[in-house]
């Protein structure tokens, strides 16, 4: 009998990383090779492929991948039909979500988007940025770039529609944001056919599990402590967290152990408040997954 495979797309370039130690986090163990386009992964049933994210909403579309992960702005740009199993909040700097921008020269007369008729823009989502002038009315000349978009203003285009995440690389061209056009997540998206496929479904569905799981645990530790319990009250009332700590009886009657999760940045200050009143034997452990 043939083992049915899982055909998984994984963006190349500057969410390659990014998506690596996702995976690892949620439990699969992707291998990047230098020069291979096919990275390994330790589950006989996925197949993993590296394309870049402007094209895996096609190729999901097509049938070429049954599943990928990609940005919603690209899913848009391409007018892809697909169906959307899972947002992603992850990117190649922060957990925020990329935004597409109108951006011009701090000197330009622009300030809004009716100032763009008749003006010549420069971006790579150019179908994305058509339909916006559309919605405002406006007709301008919009051209691909194929790159090094900010420092094509003043002489090569008026203006660009640029994606960001820090707003950093505009301000060092000299640019000025005037719009958003679009907030954009990494996004996980299948074709019609495999998200209808038991079996796919199926798989498909414990990957997400898991990556989400992942995501949830970003930043989060588990917090471990003997407490008597006369303490307890003076402890449960320091501990934020995501449900009730768990108190759990320990052998010595007078005392429980108290389980927790929290954000792994108020340790630092929580921990010798725990101790004032009461807390011992404190362990912070960390976390690779929070399945709800």
């Not at 992603?88 to 300030?111: E, Y």
């Not at 700590?245 to 408040?273: G, M, Q, Y």
Request: hydrophobic share 45%.
């Amino acid at each position: 009998m043939t083992t049915p495979i899982l055909k998984l797309g994984l963006p190349a370039g500057s969410l390659q990383e990014a998506t690596g130690e996702l995976f690892r986090k949620a439990g699969y163990k992707i291998t990047f090779a230098s020069r291979s386009y096919y990275p390994s992964i330790d589950d006989s049933e996925i197949q993993c492929t590296l394309i870049r994210a402007q094209e895996m909403a096609r190729y999901v579309q097509d049938g070429v991948l049954d599943c990928g992960l990609t940005g919603y702005d690209w899913v848009l740009e391409n007018d892809a039909k697909v169906v959307e199993l899972a947002e992603l909040v992850f990117s190649k700097v922060s957990r925020r979500p990329v935004r597409w921008v109108l951006a011009v020269p701090n000197d330009s007369p622009v300030q809004s988007v009716k100032d763009l008729q008749g003006k010549r823009i420069a971006t790579e989502v150019v179908n994305l940025t058509r339909r916006w002038l559309a919605q405002h009315g406006v007709t301008a000349q919009v051209e691909f770039s194929w790159g090094a978009t900010e420092v094509k203003p003043p002489r090569l285009a008026d203006a660009i529609v640029e994606v960001t995440e820090t707003g950093s690389s505009l301000k060092a061209n000299n640019l000025r944001i005037v719009a958003d056009l679009l907030q954009s997540t990494t996004r996980f998206i299948a074709n019609q056919k495999a998200a209808t496929d038991p079996w796919k479904q199926a798989k498909m569905a414990d990957l997400v599990l898991m990556l989400q799981g992942a995501m949830a645990a970003e930043g989060k530790v588990g917090l471990m402590m003997n407490v008597r319990r006369s303490d307890l009250p003076a402890v449960l009332k320091l501990l934020p967290a995501l449900q009730n700590p768990t108190v759990s009886s320990l052998s010595d009657a007078d005392w429980v152990a108290v389980n927790t999760i929290l954000d792994e940045s108020v340790v630092r200050a929580i921990v010798p408040k725990l101790k004032q009143v009461g807390a011992r034997g404190i362990v912070e452990y960390p976390l690779n997954k929070i399945i709800d």
